[in-house]
């Protein structure tokens, strides 16, 4: 019954794969976002969809491809894996439209070796 | 500037303390203003918004003062779960600004 859901939870893989990340959202929202959480625990977002387009894209390296195939997913596909893209990353959604709360998922531990 | 800037801490109080989190914005145009809280290792889960009038919440109180661009967070009686990390957040339309963090570590 999770409102947000993303997998994996964790992936741990080397430098130079690609990975995916797929995100799932059950509230009707029609904003979604992925966001970083670094070593430090900064939350930095990274890209913002709404309806499936995308509506923010925060400077996020073109390695990094979020893919909306409908307004219930975000889903996030990372090129040529770095060691610096370690992190968590966290889906998100909020309902739109200003003055509205953000959820999360549960997050998924990306570690690159 | 960062967008939103917070004292990271920790602040560090014993049960039954009363402990009060500032934190400032930078962009004037913000529209709406929250506390999250994130434990270890867990996604950041809404605590309250922060309305201009002050808004309570059993033992949390938050204020906004738009003028100084200023949101604050009190928590009185201080529980062991209360230890967390508190993230002021402010919402330009469209986009959720984090601050960094403040971390509490409350002690029996």
């Known amino acids: 019954d999770t409102a947000v859901s993303q997998t994996p939870k964790y992936l741990v893989t080397q430098m130079g794969n690609d990975k995916s990340i797929k995100c799932e959202q059950n509230l009707g929202h029609d904003t979604m976002y992925w966001y970083k959480q670094d070593s430090k625990k900064f939350l930095k977002i990274m890209f913002s969809y709404n309806n499936k387009e995308l509506i923010i894209n925060e400077t996020v390296p073109n390695r990094f491809s979020p893919k909306s195939p409908d307004k219930a997913h975000l889903n996030l596909h990372i090129n040529s894996l770095e060691l610096g893209d370690s992190a968590v990353y966290f889906c998100a959604s909020s309902s739109g439209g200003g003055y509205e709360k953000l959820f999360f998922g549960s997050g998924t531990q990306l570690s690159v070796l | 500037r960062k967008e939103v800037e917070q004292d990271p801490g920790p602040f560090n109080v014993p049960e039954g303390a009363t402990v009060a989190f500032n934190c400032t914005y930078s962009?004037?145009?913000?529209?709406?203003f929250f506390w999250y809280r994130q434990d270890c290792r867990k996604e950041p889960k809404l605590l309250m918004s922060v309305y201009s009038s002050g808004n309570e919440d059993g033992r949390f109180t938050a204020q906004l003062n738009r003028a100084s661009q200023y949101i604050s967070l009190l928590i009185r009686d201080s529980k062991l779960s209360d230890s967390a990390t508190y993230l002021c957040v402010v919402n330009p339309p469209n986009k959720f600004y984090f601050g960094s963090g403040t971390k509490l570590n409350v002690k029996p």
């Open positions: 962009n004037s145009a913000s529209q709406s």
